[in-house]
């Protein structure tokens, strides 16, 4: 049963570290390892010029917010969005490519569907 859906809305920084609490909890076990994505772009002084700044970007654009490695070779890749977040077409386009290849992939919403998803892919059971 799941105590999030439409009794509680959830901003996507939270319900992020909340899935990556619990990650770190199965790591811990020796359950999964597992990667915190970022893309984005920074900003840097530029050593020749100083009053310059330069700028760099980090990362893919569209990949998941969340890689999950698990035993037997089980990867989940989760996107998670807060609860009326809207998916790029970009990301939707990318998680379809990782389908296609026999991958997992999921847009998230709430802490307790990625529990469970992980959950069930630690026993080996196809979700």
Same mark, same amino acid.
């Given at each position: ?16 570290? =909340? ?22 772009? =920074? ?85």
């Amino acid at each position: 049963m799941n105590l999030y859906k439409g009794k509680l809305k959830i901003n996507e920084t939270p319900l992020v570290y =909340a899935i990556l609490q619990f990650c770190h909890y199965q790591e811990n076990l020796g359950k999964l390892t597992y990667i915190r994505n970022n893309t984005g772009q =920074a900003e840097y002084e530029d050593r020749q010029n100083p009053e310059k700044k330069r700028k760099v970007n980090y990362g893919r654009p569209d990949s998941p917010d969340i890689l999950i490695f698990i035993k037997g070779g089980i990867t989940l890749f989760f996107e998670c969005k807060s609860s009326d977040g809207k998916v790029r077409p970009g990301q939707v386009k990318f998680g379809q490519r990782l389908k296609d290849l026999g991958h997992r992939s999921y847009v998230l919403r709430d802490p307790q569907t990625a529990m469970d998803i992980i959950n069930e892919a630690i026993k080996g059971v196809k979700v």
